[in-house]
Nanobody
Framework: QVQLVESGGGLVQAGGSLRLSCEAT????????MGWHRQAPGKQRELVAS???????NYADSMKGRFTISRDNAKNTVYLQMNSLKPEDTAVYYC?????????????WGQGTQVTVSS
């Protein structure tokens, strides 16, 4: 099992910044991708950004240029730096990890951290 523990959410004014962190613990061997999704009230969960072990990144179009994902492989931690936040960024942000175990790919989720952007 993999456990993902998020931190860094909170309340911020529009235009402000927040940095989310997510540490993976447990059976972490085989994790090759970590990332963030978010879910706003009444909406589906959507991709925010992801990063591979090798450092390749992928962003949702609406986050490009404002959000930066990074990871510290030695600490098994992924970060999401969020700048120029907008009220529409308000959501619960979930860390996730993809792990290859033999012929199976497993996805693990954190418990989520609330980000609220006030106008």
């Amino acid at each position: 099992q993999v456990q993902l523990v998020e931190s860094g959410g909170g309340l911020v004014q529009a235009g402000g910044s927040l940095r989310l962190s997510c540490e993976a613990t447990g059976s972490i061997f085989g994790i090759n991708l970590m990332g963030w999704h978010r879910q706003a009230p009444g909406k589906q969960r959507e991709l925010v950004a992801s990063i591979t072990t090798g450092g390749s990144t992928n962003y949702a179009d609406s986050m490009k240029g404002r959000f930066t994902i990074s990871r510290d492989n030695a600490k098994n931690t992924v970060y999401l730096q969020m700048n120029s936040l907008k009220p529409e960024d308000t959501a619960v942000y979930y860390c996730n990890a993809l792990k290859v175990a033999g012929t199976t790919t497993l996805r693990y989720w954190g418990q989520g951290t609330q980000v609220t952007v006030s106008s």
